[in-house]
């Protein structure tokens, strides 16, 4: 019964590449989190998804990131040109339909920028 | 804007002793209050309270929430080094069917010997 699966567990990219993270929900889960840990700061949540919809963007950095989570395959976090500040952990959770249920967390992608 | 404090930021304890963490919140809308315990890597839950005064016990640890005065603790008794680790409080909305989580920036806990 596997968990919340998050690739790569670590990730390295120069100034101006861009980085995709991908999460994997646990089964029977359909709602999908993104969250972001800065060092010494609590999950700031970034994006809630279902499949092929984007509920609620309202943490995300309204230029170049941007999610998906499509009928098919893993959500994605594609977060375009990055630069330093966007080194950080970053946290997928998922949740299964049903109302009031808790959020259960990956182990997370930690971006380095160079 | 919804705020979640956690109290204290750092804590430092002797194996076999007793402690209780804290956490206060001031949102909107409140649905659900969770506990997680963040070691090396992923988030793990432990509780999640909705109800005022009814604890939620696994093992050592025990958690209640009070609902007029805003606060929740998790209390862990009988410390083990193994309890080393950081106590993440998280505030849910009630806005349809999910939402997301308003965390605590959480209690750093160590626990020596």
């Known amino acids: 019964n596997a968990g919340v699966m998050q690739n790569p567990r670590h990730l390295v990219r120069r100034r101006g590449q861009e980085a995709r993270l991908r999460c994997s929900p646990m089964k029977g889960h359909s709602h999908v989190y993104w969250y972001r840990q800065l060092p010494e700061e609590g999950l700031k949540f970034m994006v809630y998804l279902q499949k092929e919809n984007i509920i609620d963007e309202s943490g995300m950095p309204k230029e170049r990131f941007s999610a998906e989570f499509p009928k098919e395959g893993p959500s994605i976090l594609r977060i375009q040109q990055v630069v330093r500040g966007d080194s950080a952990a970053y946290f997928c959770a998922s949740s299964p339909q049903r109302v009031g249920q808790p959020q259960h967390f990956g182990d997370g992608t930690r971006l380095s920028i160079l | 804007e919804d705020k979640v404090v956690q109290s204290p930021l750092s804590l430092v304890v002797h194996e076999g002793d007793t402690v209780t963490l804290n956490c206060s919140y001031e949102v909107t809308n409140f649905r659900s209050l969770l506990w997680y315990k963040q070691e090396k890597k992923a988030p793990t839950f432990l509780f999640m309270l909705t109800s005022s005064g009814i604890e939620k016990k696994s093992g050592r640890l025990s958690s209640i929430l009070d609902k007029k005065e805003l606060f929740s603790i998790l209390n862990i008794t009988a410390t083990q080094t193994g309890d080393s680790a950081i106590y993440l409080c998280?505030?849910?909305?009630?806005?349809?069917?999910?939402?997301?989580?308003?965390f605590g920036t959480g209690t750093r806990l160590q626990v020596t010997l």
């Open positions: 998280a505030v849910a909305l009630n806005t349809g069917t999910a939402s997301k989580l308003t």
